[in-house]
């Protein structure tokens, strides 16, 4: 059995320079985009801090799923999403307890984290280290 392997936030290491979100932009859309991102920033009021919100990797979004467009990918155990089945109905996002699922602002369809291929770039270029892949 592969060991899946998830992306962590160590928040106290972050300090909110949302470069996770132009790496994973640039790498998806090949341009810098926060709105096109699967990860982002969100900024926790009570603790005063922003740091990346990741997928858990619950798989709450593939069940949810009406029309199978979801599911949880072989080689690395992300979370992937078939743009052509996927209909933008946007239960995925409801079902998803973390906020981590997303519609595309242009193509109206479900994207999160897919763990890019199994070399996150939010993790790759993170320049204070805050986020682990492990």
Partial sequence: MTQIKRI???????????????????????????????IR????????????NVCRFCYKCVESCPEGAISKSEKTGAVQIDSGKCTGCRECVLACPFGVMYIHPVNNVAITCDLCEGEPQCVKYCPEKALLYE
């Avoid at 160590?10 to 998806?28: A, D, P, Q, T, Y």
């Avoid at 920033?41 to 990346?52: F, L, M, S, T």
């Fill in 8 to 38: 962590s936030v160590i928040k106290e290491k972050c300090n909110g320079c949302r470069i996770c979100e132009l790496r994973c932009s640039f790498f998806h859309e090949r341009f810098y985009a926060p709105s096109h991102s699967r």
């Fill in 41 to 52: 920033v969100k900024k926790n009021e009570k603790e005063g801090i922003a740091v990346p």
